[in-house]
């Protein structure tokens, strides 16, 4: 019988080996060589491949010693068959989410890392994001709650008041957020954008933002891992124009994605995500 797979223990030993490499990589000029272009459709950076590969050779660590098998689904290699073909299991991988805060330097980066038993988002079962910023671990197993470096996450959420404070906005071209900010106008008192879904997702699951939104759709890897965490920290996740169950973990899948910590502030945000662009585009 093969041993259980022990994912925090392996998404930390992920984390310390990518630090490292940061580390040894502290320059723009170091950050911001390119590698042509990955299977989730944007540039790949150097950087984002051997972070990648790192996840790989951890992955493989575990296939090779245990006997276990996976279809892992990433943003540069794309789907990959580890192991047998009877995997039971996907990780979902996002190993640099926030390439562009990475390249120019910026602090807030993260590692996601989803491990699923089917194949949309209402399958996560493991959900994993490491901050490289602020070096904070959230993650979550389903139906045991959310935590933020170990420790379960609690917020209040008994008055969510007039209206909503700070609001996360990502994927913030400026084409595509000003009809959003429009519709926040009179509705929400600051936003922010940190340049990472998954970690824009973890703050609101730990009430540091009252909301969030997407200004266009994201990927399965940008959000696989935070969304598990929204949810069994109590908030509000919607996939805008599927049901979580509808939304899908391959590539190919693109969709808005907005979250709360009240229901009537997730009806704001998704207000203001619905007089973005077309969520195709």
Not at 102 to 129: I, K, N
Not at 203 to 227: E, I, K, N
Request: with cysteine; proline share 5%; glycine share 10%.
């Amino acid at each position: 019988m093969r041993p259980e797979v022990d994912w925090l223990d392996l998404c930390r030993r992920i984390v310390a080996r990518q630090a490292d490499l940061f580390a040894a990589t502290t320059t723009i000029a170091e950050r911001s060589v390119y590698e042509g272009r990955g299977e989730g459709g944007d540039m790949t950076l150097e950087l984002d491949r051997r972070c990648e590969d790192i996840v790989f050779e951890e992955l493989e660590r575990i296939v090779d010693r245990d006997g276990h098998s996976f279809l892992a689904i990433s943003e540069e290699r794309g789907q990959v068959q580890l192991g047998g073909p009877d995997a039971e299991l996907s990780v979902i991988i996002d190993p640099i989410d926030g390439s562009m805060n990475v390249r120019r330097t910026l602090p807030s980066h993260s590692l996601s890392l989803a491990v699923a038993r089917g194949g949309s988002m209402a399958d996560v079962e493991f959900g994993f994001v490491h901050d490289f910023g602020a070096r904070e671990e959230f993650a979550a197993f389903r139906g045991k709650g959310a935590t933020l470096d170990g420790h379960p996450i609690a917020h209040h959420r008994d008055d969510p008041g007039p209206g909503l404070e700070v609001v996360g906005l990502e994927s913030a071209d400026p084409r595509w957020i000003l009809p959003a900010i429009e519709v926040l106008q009179g509705q929400a008192y600051r936003v922010r954008s940190i340049g990472s879904i998954a970690i824009t997702l973890s703050y609101v699951a730990t009430g540091r933002l009252d909301a969030m939104l997407s200004a266009r759709g994201c990927r399965s890897v940008d959000a696989a891992a935070a969304q598990l965490i929204v949810r069994e920290a109590g908030g509000e996740i919607e996939f805008v124009g599927y049901p979580l169950d509808g939304a899908m973990l391959d590539l190919d899948a693109r969709y808005p994605v907005v979250a709360a910590l009240d229901p009537e502030h997730l009806a704001t945000v998704r207000a203001a995500q619905d007089a973005g662009p077309d969520p195709a585009a």
